[in-house]
């Protein structure tokens, strides 16, 4: 069985934390491997250290939705004061950090960029070394495996969902993820990293007797993560991706599909790893609350073999070549397009309009193979 970073913390690390004024980075859905709390087993170990916590989207309770904003306040179980970095700051604030001598990030990654705990990682690291407070990082494993897929977020396109340049499915744990940010962006920072104990990178969370805990509200098991990486780039584009429903990420669909026919089109191509059918689902929430959609539930037949990036791409590829009257990018708030903050580029939108999105991805070896030198000193499994 794998042995997580807060377990070895306390196992034989506790001199990183013991005198030592600190806070942590964490929700309450981070667990050790028998399902206790991260925040009470760090406040029972350093009762006298532990003295703030610090939210991440969806906030220490993992209570608010995706994109809602989280106000600061007080945890009422652990009696801590609660710093929001999904409200009015995304940033640790000087004023945050005053007295600290250690900052403990300890928050589950699901191995894609879209997953905003990475751009909290590295928003706290970079607020660490201007505050000169040291970053205590407790590794949790990568639960789709070390496989990457993906292009890289160009320049002009970083955001919350891409803050880095670093592929769809990056095939990083995030203590290597702190270890990269460390040396090639923040090089006064005073970095360390808990590492995991049994971890392979060819490993899936299933494989690692560890029990699944949903690190979100929409993060519903093995599956639906390893699809996301290529899922989510829907999310920019007026089809709902499930939300309000069982199968979030799982389900594409909208009330101008037939169902029948998109998942006889994806079928068609011959995806290996992955197969679709069709469904009638009707979200409870998020895009076309309340409407009857029809659309397809893709199903992992492999996971090994499948393309989950090139899988997603296909998708929307089939639905805009089937309905182009109706397919359409959401219609950006602020600055640029979300599907191309997604995307990491203009150039994904621009070849599905066109007919040519699978052809996208033939372009990602050279990145996918720029990011494994320069993260190749970094890993640590």
């Not at 990457?148 to 880095?164: I, Y």
């Not at 979030?248 to 679709?276: C, H, K, T, V």
């Not at 393309?307 to 089939?318: D, E």
């Amino acid at each position: 069985m794998v042995q997580l970073g807060i377990e070895r913390l306390l196992d034989a690390e506790r001199h990183q934390v013991a005198g030592r004024k600190a806070a942590v980075v964490t929700n309450y859905t981070m667990c050790d491997g028998q399902l206790a709390p991260v925040i009470d087993r760090l406040q029972n170990a350093f009762p006298a250290e532990i003295s703030a916590l610090f939210g991440p989207e969806h906030g220490v309770r993992s209570d608010a939705r995706e994109g809602e904003s989280v106000e600061s306040g007080t945890d009422e179980h652990s009696g801590l004061p609660v710093f929001s970095l999904y409200g009015e700051v995304r940033t640790p604030m000087p004023e945050m950090l005053a007295g600290l001598d250690v900052l403990i990030f300890d928050l589950q990654d699901i191995g894609s960029r879209y997953y905003t705990n990475l751009s909290t990682l590295a928003a706290v690291m970079g607020a660490c070394e201007q505050a000169q407070v040291a970053c205590l990082v407790l590794d949790r494993p990568n639960p789709i495996s070390g496989r990457r897929e993906g292009r890289l977020v160009q320049d002009g396109f970083t955001s919350f969902v891409g803050q880095l340049p670093v592929p769809a499915r990056h095939g990083m744990t995030m203590g290597e993820m702190a270890r990269w940010i460390r040396r090639t962006r923040l090089p006064g920072l005073d970095l360390s990293v808990v590492p995991l104990s049994g971890w392979e990178r060819e490993m899936y969370l299933d494989e690692t007797g560890l029990p699944f805990v949903p690190s979100s509200p929409n993060t519903t098991g093995v599956d639906m993560m390893t699809l996301y990486p290529g899922t989510c780039l829907a999310e920019g584009v007026n089809v709902s991706v499930g939300r309000g429903t069982a199968k979030p990420f799982e389900l594409i669909g909208a009330p101008y599909i037939d169902g029948f026919a998109l998942a006889q089109a994806f079928n068609r191509q011959g995806l290996e790893g992955i197969r679709a059918r069709p469904v009638f689902f009707r979200p409870w929430r998020s895009e076309y609350a309340g409407q009857l959609c029809q659309g397809v539930q893709l199903h992992v037949t492999d996971r090994r073999r499948l393309s989950s990036w090139r899988a997603g791409i296909t998708v929307l590829q089939t639905v805009h070549d089937l309905y182009p009257a109706d397919f359409a990018f959401t219609v950006p708030e602020h600055g640029r397009p979300f599907f191309d903050l997604l995307a990491g580029s203009a150039e994904l939108g621009r070849s599905i309009l066109e007919g040519r999105g699978p052809g996208f991805c033939e372009g990602e070896a050279p990145d996918l193979e720029q990011f494994q030198q320069e993260t190749a000193p970094d890993l640590l499994y």
